[in-house]
């Protein structure tokens, strides 16, 4: 944990720049690089029961415990910078904040 799932980028072109930013992540953060969680996240716009599109807008869904505006901005540095360097110079990026009471680790809470 933090988990970060990417969705409508290319499986091949995550993997190239992934070492780099998992290294970035982790200075970023501050937290040690086992803990980080890369997802790429097979993803489909559905609409009135079709099928519409398979290579969507690549955006990123972090999920982590809540911290300093200033950490935010150098993570969202890092993923875009990263995004840009697969090739998709267009992204969004959007954080859900984990509460240690909700987050449990081998059948116990954090909080």
Not at 4 to 27: C, K
Not at 43 to 67: C, H, L, M, Q
Request: hydrophobic content about 35%.
């Amino acid at each position: 944990m933090p988990f970060f799932r990417f969705h409508f980028v290319d499986e091949s072109r995550l993997a190239e720049v992934g070492s780099g930013m998992t290294d970035r992540l982790q200075e970023a953060i501050g937290c040690p690089r086992d803990h980080i969680v890369v997802e790429n996240v097979h993803s489909s716009f559905i609409d009135g029961g079709e099928v519409k599109a398979t290579n969507g807008w690549p955006f990123v869904e972090v999920d982590y415990f809540p911290r300093p505006r200033e950490v935010q901005e150098r993570v969202v540095r890092v993923l875009y910078e990263s995004l840009k360097d697969a090739g998709y110079p267009n992204s969004d990026i959007h954080f859900r904040y984990l509460q240690p009471e909700n987050y449990y680790e081998n059948g116990e809470a954090l909080g």
